[in-house]
């Protein structure tokens, strides 16, 4: 059973513009932190079967980097940020301005990008409550390079209660420097947390 | 060679087979992944535990893989039905890990620990011993059974492939 059956197409909307907002906030904040334009695309607002839960990421088993924090105030929630290996590379070499090839990173690379991971959540969060005048803050940032199964089932375990069934809102961001550098936002709120984000915006939902 | 059929257990989700075949599941993170095999027979079933228990389901319809509490009866009385023997069924362990390093509250946050811990308590309750596990750490497991050998095969991304 799909618990979300009874989500409307403007609540869907609303749900997306959330995800507009956040990661355009969060968009700016890259590309500012790259002083090179950084394209966002229109977010999806996916429900999704667990069995797709990976399927925007290349499947359970490719390796990603993650940057996870967990969102807490009114609407708590998951928030992941995620690049394929090459992409963090890329992006490391045009913060850095350095030439490496390697997928191997080392600590300082690391701890750059969960700083990146953090300063990028963080924008994506106060846009969010801005938004919706609800008290969201993120947790501290832990990052994992790991298949990209084990790191998303770690974000949908709480709608495994209620089904089979998980909402995601997800935002891709695209870079072109000669290589695509391409990320992913995903915003997972807590089931409990639909209600109260209609509610802050004003739109009905029973 | 010809090969042998791949079965694969989606995440929240149970398979079982008899004769030569392999059962794998990607990408264990927080989740469990729990193997029982006959080896007289060659019966065998894998799981892909989410969570430890089915007390807090808010579900209408329960899907017993999901569930410790629920997957390690359900997958016993499949066996038997298969034509195991109870009393020569073997358990294996893996996954259960802490993907992500938080300081919460959140219990939710420390599920993996407690997928491992309520999947082992159940198997104790049926009596059906637990011969290998590889469970905890932070990081994912892709797992294989291969029903011919009973031999549990748990792949990594940075420690390489264990054989259980």
Redesign the interface.
Known sequence: ?NPFDQLADLQLDVLKEVGNIGAGNATTALSKLLNKPVDMRVPKVRIIP??E??ESLG???Q?VIAV?L?V?GDAPGNLFFILSLKSARKLLSNLFDTDQENEEFNEMELSALTEIGNILAGSYLSSLADFTSLKLSP??P?L????????M??GV??F?????YALLIDTTFVHHDGVNVEGHFFLIPDPPSFQRIFSALGVPFT | MISKPLVKV???DMQVMRGSGILKT??????VGLTMYDPWVKVAGMAHI??PSSD??????V?AA?YADLAVPEMLAQLVKLGADPTRIEAKLAGG?Q??????K?D??R?GPRNVEATREMLKKLSIPLVAEDTGG?????IELDTETGILLVKS??RGTKEL
């Open positions: 059973m667990f069995s839960l990976t499947g359970e088993e390796v996870f967990r807490v947790t501290v832990s994992a390079i790991d298949m990209a199964g084990a790191i089932s770690y375990l709480q495994g209660e209620m089904g089979d | 989606g995440m929240a990607l990408g264990l993170g927080s989740c989410m969570l807090i389901s808010r579900e209408t319809t899907k999901k890990a993907m992500f390093a938080l300081n919460t959140n939710m946050m599920i932070n990081y994912g497991r892709t991304v940075n």
